[in-house]
Structure formats: C-alpha cells, structure tokens
T-cell receptor
Framework: GAGVSQTPSNKVTEKGKYVELRCDPISGHTALYWYRQSLGQGPEFLIYFQGTGAADDSGLPNDRFFAVRPEGSVSTLKIQRTERGDSAVYLC?????????????FGPGTRLLVL | AQKVTQAQTEISVVEKEDVTLDCVYETRDTTYYLFWYKQPPSGELVFLIRRNSFDEQNEISGRYSWNFQKSTSSFNFTITASQVVDSAVYFCALTDDYKLSFGAGTTVTVRA
C-alpha cells in the first residue's frame, strides 16, 4: 500500500511569512508524528497525535508552530512568522497505534528554506 | 532522559568489506525499544529493525545483522559484504513509549 506522503517536497519562503506543511499518513494508522531534522543531525520530535487530538506537543519550539489533524487522518504543520532558524527538513511519521512496539514509518519530508 | 550516541560520524569502505555501526544508549526505563533506520540520499527514513529491551537475541536479515547487549547498553549494526547501494546515513533510535530519540547518525560511503 501507499506510504506516508508529504507535500510540498520543497518550500522556499521569506522571513516573516506563513507556511503550511501537509502530511498524509498510511491508511489506518491512528498515530501521527512530526519531527524536525537539521543538517547533519538526527530527527527531533515535535508533536504526536493520537486520532484527532495532539497528545504531546512538548517538542514544538515556540508558539509560532502549530499542528492540526481535524479528521484523524491528514495533518498540517503550520509555522507563523518564519525565521531563518526554521530552515530544516520536516518529517512526518505514522504508526498503527501508540507505543514503541509500533513501528513509525516516515515520509520523504518537506525541505523548508527560509531566506 | 533518553540519549543515543553514535560516535562514528563517517565510515568509508570498499565494496564487499564488512562495516559495523556503533550505537550506545542511555535510559532509566526497564522497558524500551531500539530501532535502526536508513536514510539514503533521497531523504526518506527507511525502517530496518525494532528490538525490545527484553529480547537480547541477535538478529540476522540477509546481509544485515544486529547485536544487542544490555550489559553495555549497545545495539550495534553490521553490514556484511557491503554494496554501493548501502551508502546512506544510518540512525539508531530509542523510545520507551512513542517519542523517538535519535542519534546523530553515521554516514556510510561504500566505494566501488
């Protein structure tokens, strides 16, 4: 079946602009995660959804970042007033359920560049 | 807090050589899960293996093998008879529930 998909694959924006990044998880996966990967580093956790609700948003760096998953499937990560330091690859993952026994499957990521 | 250390930043080998990637982890949890992911130049993280803390059996899958040792908090990964297609960044990760903590990754370059 289809894997996790993310759009756009690349996004270039100017400092101060608003961006939305979309994630379409694997069908039937109830858990969805966003991670951020800076150059030369491993991914870092941002937020976890179980169904429609954000069960853990402790990784969001500040209140300019927000994510939604209104129908329990597709999720959108929203970044307001972008800064150059927001430039990174934003990865989405999904899993069948919660917990370490459930493997997280990742999408190809969105490369965000803030000029 | 959980922490994963991949001390090797880069490894370069010639095709058909074996390569071992080190992963050392820290956790206070008694139940936890360890993972290896591969990230080829295309950027997508590809799942390779999951191991829980109660299963210390080593595992072999084709040319890949994993050595899990709780006594030394290590979960090392070996690629036997490496191929050019193995060139990628490899990440070790740890979780006790749902939040994955990743190491910094090891870049493997296999030269023909």
């Amino acid at each position: 079946g289809a894997g996790v998909s993310q759009t756009p694959s690349n996004k270039v924006t100017e400092k101060g602009k608003y961006v939305e990044l979309r994630c379409d998880p694997i069908s039937g996966h109830t858990a969805l995660y966003w991670y951020r990967q800076s150059l030369g580093q491993g991914p870092e956790f941002l937020i976890y959804f179980q169904g429609t609700g954000a069960a853990d948003d402790s990784g969001l760096p500040n209140d300019r970042f927000f994510a939604v998953r209104p129908e329990g499937s597709v999720s959108t990560l929203k970044i307001q007033r972008t800064e150059r330091g927001d430039s990174a690859v934003y990865l989405c993952a999904s899993s069948l359920g919660r917990g370490g026994r459930e493997t997280q499957y990742f999408g190809p990521g969105t490369r965000l560049l803030v000029l | 807090a959980q922490k994963v250390t991949q001390a090797q930043t880069e490894i370069s080998v010639v095709e058909k050589e074996d390569v071992t990637l080190d992963c050392v982890y820290e956790t206070r949890d008694t139940t936890y899960y360890l993972f290896w992911y591969k990230q080829p130049p295309s950027g997508e993280l590809v799942f390779l293996i999951r191991r829980n803390s109660f299963d210390e059996q080593n595992e072999i899958s084709g040319r890949y093998s994993w050595n899990f040792q709780k006594s030394t908090s290590s979960f090392n990964f070996t690629i036997t008879a490496s191929q050019v297609v193995d060139s990628a960044v490899y990440f070790c990760a740890l979780t006790d529930d749902y939040k994955l903590s990743f190491g910094a990754g090891t870049t493997v370059t296999v030269r023909a």
